[in-house]
Nanobody, 123 residues
């Protein structure tokens, strides 16, 4: 079970941080990720992180502005969002995958999903 938190209202040029906690006795995931979905748009990959190495990958629209990280002991994942833009407004979802790697991550690669948290960026 995944639970995302930290969404809210931000200003253009500002920062917000999201967190995702993983609950349950067994942690069988190799990769975790953040996706987002704006009204009327498809779900978009924001970032992934390899749970073992901590290596992250980013969608083109957030690269250089967002940073994904994880805390293995706490079983949490964070998304630091800087230089926010109004187009970052969306519901953000954390997700987990049993796949270790991919050259092209898709939402269908992730089998566990949190409920989502709203991020709204004002101009």
């Amino acid at each position: 079970q995944l639970q995302a938190s930290g969404g809210g209202l931000g200003q253009a040029g500002g920062s917000l941080e999201l967190s995702c906690a993983v609950f349950g006795r067994r942690f069988g995931y190799f990769t975790m990720g953040w996706f987002r979905q704006a009204p009327g748009k498809e779900r978009e990959l924001v970032a992934t992180i390899n749970w073992d190495s901590g290596a992250g990958t980013y969608g083109a629209s957030v690269k250089g502005r967002f940073t994904v990280s994880r805390d293995k002991e706490q079983r949490t994942m964070a998304l630091q969002m800087n230089s926010l833009k109004p187009e970052d407004t969306a519901v953000y979802y954390c997700a987990a995958s049993t796949r270790y790697s991919s050259t092209n991550w898709r939402a269908s690669d992730f089998t566990s999903w949190g409920l989502g948290t709203q991020v709204t960026v004002s101009s």
